[in-house]
């Protein structure tokens, strides 16, 4: 069971917009900063936000991140097949003194 | 551009060890946390664990008593054990480089492309 809990899955038609949320604790999303993996089938997972808000070099402003409280969000803009993906949060949990992942979110492209 | 590629054996026994190496090229060991996270089959990711390029370690509460990260600077290599294996680590083993943010918050931002290992009885 994971210490972050994301939504199993959500969907949109190509062009809208999804939000996936990522919720946790003080001890996690409340305490540290928060990234964001997208995990294409059959491959690793990569990078898409860190610092709950960043991107890194190459990756479309189509990706966004927030946090308030103990709570994150990603956003997806412009929806794209290629998009469907695994989607997983990631934070430090100073209780844990463990990095810990999100449940993980399936996104679909209507 | 950094990149990271695992290597080791596929299949392991169980109660055995488990060892994989990470080589990274285009890039130093120097400066960073050098991590494993693994995914089980149809399963999420679970952090294993990082050392610091200096020797500073820290793993996961649940992996703890098994695994050790080690860094070969000289090499550009690091490597992880996992001892005792049973069916249940059987996964997805990936490497990562980890880093800190801006507020020194850690977090992994290169990943190799991962190696399966699965463990027989």
């Known amino acids: 069971q994971s210490v972050l809990t994301q939504p199993p899955s959500v969907s949109a038609a190509p062009g809208q917009k999804v939000s996936i949320s990522c919720s946790g604790s003080?001890?996690?999303?409340?305490?540290?900063?928060t990234s964001w993996f997208h995990q294409l089938p059959g491959t690793a997972p990569k990078l898409l936000i860190y610092e709950n808000n960043k991107r890194p070099s190459g990756i479309p402003d189509r990706f966004s991140g927030s946090k308030s409280g103990m709570s994150a969000t990603l956003d997806i803009t412009g929806l794209q097949t290629g998009d469907e993906a695994d989607y997983y949060c990631g934070t430090w949990d100073s209780s844990l003194r463990a990095y810990v992942f999100g449940s993980g979110t399936k996104v679909t492209v209507l | 551009q950094v990149q990271l590629q695992e290597s080791g054996p596929g299949l392991v026994k169980a109660s055995e060890t488990l060892s994989l190496t990470c080589t990274v090229s285009g890039g130093s060991t120097s400066g960073y946390y050098w991590s494993w996270i693994r995914q089980p089959p149809g399963k999420g990711l679970e952090w294993v664990g990082y050392?610091?390029?200096?020797?500073?370690?820290n793993y996961s509460p649940s992996l703890k008593s098994r695994v050790t990260i080690s860094v070969d600077t000289s090499r550009e290599q690091f490597s992880l054990k996992l001892t005792s294996v049973t069916a249940a680590d059987t996964a997805v083993y990936y490497c990562?480089?980890?880093?800190?943010?801006?507020?020194?918050?850690?977090?992994?931002?290169?990943w190799g492309k991962g190696t399966t290992v699965t463990v027989s009885s």
């Open positions: 003080d001890s996690n999303i409340g305490y540290s900063h």
């Open positions: 050392m610091y390029y200096s020797g500073s370690t």
């Open positions: 990562a480089r980890g880093n800190l943010d801006g507020y020194s918050y850690y977090y992994t931002d290169v």
